[in-house]
């Protein structure tokens, strides 16, 4: 069996690219090391060199997207304040989902490094269980365990009134911030 080839530098970023905007599906950077023949931490390298080159690419729990450009479908954005117990991050994340809504991101307000985000990216119930897992099998702290629970998400959907919907489940819940 013959040994496969490293690609290059600016041949392999242009391959990456080519591979996340043909995807549906985010992919992990172990594929795209894979696909390359080289190392995870190269891809890493690659991933910060096309984001310097202002690409669109976002680092998820569940691999590397490349955000698309809009299809011209309207998508209505809000922030939402939460708070609440590490042990309710998995039933918050389903609330929205089920409502057709989109958690792009989680920050916080620290106290010593200031804003902090971090990409969520799910939209249903299996990217937020591979999002718990994520968290469970790397033994992570939720950022907003850094807060005693306080938070605040991005959420997208196609209408105003899912994300009120949403905003709604949420409250009867206690974990929104008024």
């Known amino acids: 069996m013959a040994e ?3 690609i290059l530098g600016e041949e392999r970023r242009s ?3 080519r591979q996340l905007k043909d995807s549906s599906e985010p992919l992990t950077g172990s594929e795209l090391a894979a696909k390359t023949n080289v190392s995870r931490q190269v891809i890493v390298g690659d991933m910060t060199l096309l984001k310097a080159k202002n690409e ?3 680092a998820t729990s569940q691999g590397y997207i490349y955000l698309k450009t809009n299809t011209g479908a309207q998508v209505f954005e ?3 304040a939460c708070k609440h117990s590490p042990g309710d991050t ?3 994340l389903n609330l929205l989902v089920d409502h057709g809504v989109l958690v792009k991101d989680v920050k916080i307000e620290h106290s010593v490094y200031g804003d902090l985000t971090a990409s969520i990216m799910v939209s249903n119930r299996r990217e937020v269980k591979q999002f ?5 099998n790397s033994k992570a702290s939720l950022l907003s365990e850094l807060t005693g629970g306080f938070h605040l998400h991005t959420i ?3 209408s105003s009134q899912v994300l009120d919907q949403a905003e709604q489940a949420l409250k009867a819940e206690g974990f929104i911030i008024e």
Not at 132 to 136: A, D, P, S, T, Y
């Open 15 to 17: 391959y990456i690219l």
């Open 4 to 6: 496969q080839k490293k």
């Open 90 to 92: 998995e039933k918050e």
């Open 132 to 136: 718990m897992e994520n968290i469970k």
């Open 78 to 80: 809000r922030t939402i």
């Open 156 to 158: 997208s959907a196609s």
């Open 56 to 58: 669109p690419i976002i």
